[in-house]
Nanobody, 116 residues
Framework: QVQLVESGGGLVQAVGSLRLSCAAS????????MGWYRQAPGKQRELVAT???????HYADSVKGRFTISRDNAKNTVYLQMSSLKPQDTALYYC??????????WGQGTQVTVSS
């Protein structure tokens, strides 16, 4: 069974930093793109950042210059380094993985809360 497990969320004050991790296990085939999404209470889920197998990254305008997505292929893990955090970054953050078979998988989410 494919499983994505996020970690690293928590409570942090504004302008602080957190690093989220997402480890993918039980994959029969390789991983192409990986990404992070987030959803705040009462809001729609939105894209935060993505990274392709070749290392090309994409960021939402709201996090450009503050967040950095990276991956460790040997560990099947994607990271999201979050800096200069703002209260509006508060949300449930989800990991997403695209397999070589073009199937998509979601993690269960990790909560990030930023206080002012």
């Amino acid at each position: 069974q494919v499983q994505l497990v996020e970690s690293g969320g928590g409570l942090v004050q504004a302008v602080g930093s957190l690093r989220l991790s997402c480890a993918a296990s039980e994959f029969t085939f390789g991983i192409n793109a990986m990404g992070w999404y987030r959803q705040a209470p009462g809001k729609q889920r939105e894209l935060v950042a993505t990274i392709t197998g070749g290392g090309t990254t994409h960021y939402a305008d709201s996090v450009k210059g503050r967040f950095t997505i990276s991956r460790d292929n040997a560990k099947n893990t994607v990271y999201l380094q979050m800096s200069s955090l703002k209260p509006q970054d508060t949300a449930l953050y989800y990991c997403n993985v695209q397999s070589h078979l073009n199937l998509y998988y979601w993690g269960q989410g990790t909560q990030v809360t930023v206080s002012s």
